[in-house]
T-cell receptor, first 114, second 111 residues
């Protein structure tokens, strides 16, 4: 199994809602990432987990709350989002250890905040 | 952040043409990635390079570490190759997973 899966594919939520994005991989990768991508822009790194611990938080607002319950799963909990948070949210995973290990990306969740 | 520059930004080709997309970067890197993204879709990793050349089907990627330059070539292009191609580098000063992305090259292949 060499893929990263993400659910849901699409999500529409109001500014008062609480929702979660889910990412899963079974490649044994111990690094997992959340990226945010606005239209016609490259992805922006949000969070990195290494060995299920948060290692990088790129100054992301607290309305985004990541969670890595085990080595295969990565969640992104959303609460009180703003319309400008509407974007494609991409998950990725990679092996740890060597610099420049290839990242495997998921298909993304397209989020619309009303 | 160190810049990754791609050229051209947009490229239109006729089916069957040979296509080249270029990527230049400014500092020492540990790896360079070529990624493909179809409209509205997720990202697919095409190649990861640290030296030399790689080939997969009609796609060829080369890198010249001394010149800090990489190229992605598509032979016998097809309309299904229409996508955004993104160059991303892992630079030696970066932490785990911190890729620096180029702005992408939007390729449109006409039948």
């Amino acid at each position: 199994d060499t893929e990263v899966t993400q659910t849901p594919k699409h999500l529409v939520m109001g500014m008062t809602n609480k929702k979660s994005l889910k990412c899963e991989q079974h490649m044994g990768h111990r690094a997992m990432y959340w990226y945010k991508q606005k239209a016609k822009k490259p992805p922006e790194l949000m969070f990195v987990y290494s060995y299920e611990k948060l290692s990088i938080n790129e100054s992301v607002p607290s309305r985004f709350s990541p969670e890595c319950p085990n080595s295969s799963l990565l969640n992104l909990h959303l609460h009180a989002l703003q319309p400008e948070d509407s974007a494609l949210y991409l998950c990725a995973s990679s092996p740890l250890g060597l610099a420049g290990n290839e990242q495997f990306f998921g298909p993304g969740t397209r989020l619309t905040v009303l | 952040k160190n810049e990754v520059e791609q050229s051209p930004q947009n490229l239109t080709a006729q089916e069957g043409e040979f296509i080249t997309i270029n990527c230049s970067y400014s500092v020492g890197i540990s790896a360079l990635h070529w990624l493909q993204q179809h409209p509205g879709g997720g990202i697919v990793s095409l190649f990861m390079l640290s030296s030399g050349k790689k080939k997969h089907g009609r796609l060829i990627a080369t890198i010249n570490i001394q010149e800090k330059h990489s190229s992605l070539h598509i032979t016998a292009s097809h309309p299904r190759d229409s996508a955004v191609y993104i160059c991303a580098v892992r630079w030696w000063g970066g932490s785990q997973g911190n890729l620096i992305f180029g702005k992408g090259t939007k390729l449109s292949v006409k039948p």
